[in-house]
T-cell receptor, first 112, second 115 residues
Framework: RKEVEQDPGPFNVPEGATVAFNCTYS??????FFWYRQDCRKEPKLLMS???SGNEDGRFTAQLNRASQYISLLIRDSKLSDSATYLC?????????????FGRGTSLIVHP | DTGVSQDPRHKITKRGQNVTFRCDPI?????LYWYRQTLGQGPEFLTY????????KSRLLSDRFSAERPKGSFSTLEIQRTEQGDSAMYLC?????????????FGEGSWLTVV
């Protein structure tokens, strides 16, 4: 089983739609969780941190379920500019360190 | 620009040659990571430094790969005897070591093409 699993998509949605992405991670000892956004042939950029109580940043809402080892990202009122790949990133213990470990990403395409 | 800097941005090399990439992290970031990314995949962890100490290295990393961070500031990643399968984007990221400030910030990446 991969350490971080995401549905690669693509998710193809119209502008204004609400879309949700899920991510599961294999290591229950994981700490710190993030969502990153990556545009084609660019570096990943931080979208938001994920807190245990859930958190919201504008149109974006992130949730964490430690018991199920599951992270989610909800995007409301999708914009064309939201088209990108969304990467789930838990810090997973490797040896004596916690390492940011990436899923393969979920591709989102927002169309007019 | 005070972000993570990587050099060169693009490198084309012949199979069997050695290549070296450099990363300058954000000033005062003592954690530094190297990742490799191929099309359609997420960044794959290669190695991790805290200051000058290389604390973790992926078991997937062959002996042809070596990384250093001699003074705890910039880092280099060397690939010896390159193979076509090494073609990828090599990403460097840095962060502080505080629990509340462990967000990692990436450089723009170094694209390697092995022909």
């Amino acid at each position: 089983r991969k350490e971080v699993e995401q549905d690669p998509g693509p998710f193809n949605v119209p502008e204004g739609a609400t879309v949700a992405f899920n991510c599961t991670y294999s290591n229950s000892a994981s700490q710190s969780f993030f969502w990153y956004r990556q545009d084609c042939r660019k570096e990943p950029k931080l979208l938001m941190s994920v807190y245990s109580s859930g958190n919201e940043d504008g149109r974006f809402t992130a949730q964490l379920n430690r018991a199920s080892q599951y992270i989610s990202l909800l995007i409301r009122d999708s914009k064309l500019s939201d088209s990108a790949t969304y990467l789930c990133v838990p810090f997973i213990r490797k040896g004596g360190s916690y390492i940011p470990t990436f899923g393969r990403g979920t591709s989102l395409i927002v169309h007019p | 620009d005070t972000g993570v800097s990587q050099d060169p941005r693009h490198k084309i090399t012949k199979r069997g040659q050695n290549v070296t990439f450099r990363c300058d992290p954000i000033s005062e970031h003592n954690r530094l990571y190297w990742y490799r990314q191929t099309l359609g995949q997420g960044p794959e962890f290669l190695t991790y430094f805290q200051n000058e100490a290389q604390l973790e290295k992926s078991r997937l990393l062959s002996d042809r790969f070596s990384a250093e961070r001699p003074k705890g500031s910039f880092s280099t990643l060397e690939i010896q005897r390159t193979e076509q399968g090494d073609s990828a984007m090599y990403l460097c990221a840095s962060s502080t070591d505080s629990v509340s400030g462990n967000t990692i910030y990436f450089g723009e990446g170094s694209w390697l093409t092995v022909v």
